[in-house]
């Protein structure tokens, strides 16, 4: 074990929120360390109880796909909306997905509205492909092409494929009419 691994394990031991952060994070991926999702959920819940935003993400994360952990749509929720709440904007456009989809909450296309929002507020671009899709459907609003296209070119813009292919669609479908 290196000089700085061993740091890093003493660290996280004498309650580094940071440093159990990144050991949970190291074990959730198995590149430094060796995969084990449960030591993963073991530090990141210690990490993500003391309101490390980057923890809680991954936490939620494991809930919400049942890795290392027993697959829980409501800790997810739970973990994700504390993140959101400090800001992460990778949380705020997984609760808008939550309730867009009505995965593990009921479906409500407001809440989705306003998470997706704040996401795109914080510098997210996959909000944007999310809430143009709203825009486009007209989920939980008007549809509106116009601002749909938008969105769809800033998460183009952004370099997400599938905000390009989104706009390529719409612009064919402008063609066809």
């Known amino acids: 074990m290196t ?3 061993k740091v890093l394990f003493k660290n996280a031991e004498n309650g580094d929120a940071v440093a159990q952060c990144k050991l949970g994070e190291m074990y959730y991926v198995g590149k430094v360390l060796y995969k084990d999702n449960e030591i993963a959920c073991k530090w990141l819940k210690k990490s993500a109880k003391q309101g490390n935003k980057y923890a809680q993400c991954f936490l939620g994360a494991m809930y919400f796909d049942g890795c ?3 697959q829980s749509y409501k800790n997810a929720w739970r973990w994700w909306y504390i993140a959101a709440e400090h800001g992460t904007s990778w949380a705020q456009n997984k609760l808008g997905c939550m309730y867009k989809n009505g995965i593990g909450v009921e479906k409500n296309y407001i809440l989705a509205h306003f998470w997706f929002k704040m996401a795109i507020s914080h510098g997210r671009k996959e909000a944007c492909y999310n809430l143009g899709q709203m825009f486009e459907f007209g989920l939980g609003c008007k549809k509106d092409m116009k601002i749909a296209n938008k969105l769809y070119e800033m998460a183009c813009n952004a370099g997400l494929q599938v ?10 479908a402008e063609k066809r009419y």
């Open 3 to 5: 000089t700085a691994l």
């Open 68 to 70: 290392g952990v027993e």
């Open 163 to 172: 905000g390009c292919d989104a706009l390529m669609n719409l612009d064919k």
